[in-house]
């Protein structure tokens, strides 16, 4: 057990529906990042946040959106979902003081929502 | 640009047979790099990492060492279990992680 959690498990919805992915870090960390694993591509960045502020984006489609609250909790907010939008998606945290500083960029992963889109 | 490659899957072996995963990395700077594994129908677990160059992961008998001069992180382990069937990933940290394909390990009694 890692430490970080994502509900629900198992999310099952149709096309042009929203859904909300949630995220709790491992206690005393600051950062949460988002990652998606799809069969053809792999495991992707998406977003990272740290102590509640956007701090890097990656290949995160506009229709998707993510915040971080005060008590460190995550959601991935997607809306207008398509069929290509079925993955794993996976959060993860991490110490991280923001200056990488040695040993704190280790990132533990939350066991994953899986998002099926019919 | 930041970005790793590991070698083709699946790895095929019987019990107690040595294992080498191979990962190259190519990165500016001096990332830490970090291998994970997935079970099936699981997340991923933090399997070993290594934060500066000669350094050394281990964990579970899973070794791998940080090399700067061949920019490469392979994983070795003496002798595979049945147990440790899953898919390997290699990783380097830029702030993000940066993964490779992953490597499924197949590993027959």
């Known amino acids: 057990d890692s430490g970080v959690t994502q509900t629900p498990k198992h999310l099952i919805t149709a096309t042009g529906q929203r859904v909300t992915l949630r995220c709790s870090p491992r206690?005393?960390?600051?950062?949460v990042y988002w990652y998606q694993q799809s069969l053809d591509q792999g495991l992707q960045f998406l977003i990272h946040?740290?102590?509640?502020?956007?701090?890097a984006k990656g290949n995160i489609l506009e229709r998707f959106s993510a915040q971080q609250f005060p008590d460190l909790h995550s959601e991935l907010n997607l809306s207008s979902l398509e069929l290509g939008d079925s993955a794993l998606y996976f959060c993860?945290?991490?110490?991280?003081?923001?200056?990488?500083?040695?040993?704190?960029?280790?990132?533990?992963f939350g066991p994953g929502t899986r998002l099926t889109v019919l | 640009g930041n970005s790793v490659t590991q070698m083709e899957g699946p790895v095929t072996l019987s019990e107690e047979a040595f294992l080498t995963i191979n990962c190259t990395y190519t990165?500016?700077?001096?990332?830490?790099l970090f291998w994970y594994v997935q079970y099936p129908g699981e997340g991923l677990q933090l399997l070993l990492k290594?934060?500066?160059?000669?350094d050394k992961g281990s964990n579970k008998g899973f070794e791998a060492t940080y090399r700067k001069e061949t920019t490469s992180f392979h994983l070795e382990k003496g002798s595979v279990q049945v147990s440790d069937s899953a898919v390997y990933f290699c990783?380097?940290?830029?702030?993000?992680?940066?993964f490779g394909t992953g490597t499924r390990l197949q590993v027959f009694p």
């Open positions: 993860a945290s991490s110490v991280d003081a923001g200056g990488f500083e040695l040993g704190t960029d280790t990132q533990y």
């Open positions: 206690s005393g960390d600051l950062s």
């Open positions: 946040y740290y102590n509640g502020e956007e701090r």
């Open positions: 990165a500016t700077g001096y990332p830490s």
């Open positions: 290594a934060t500066k160059a000669d």
């Open positions: 990783a380097l940290s830029v702030g993000k992680l940066i």
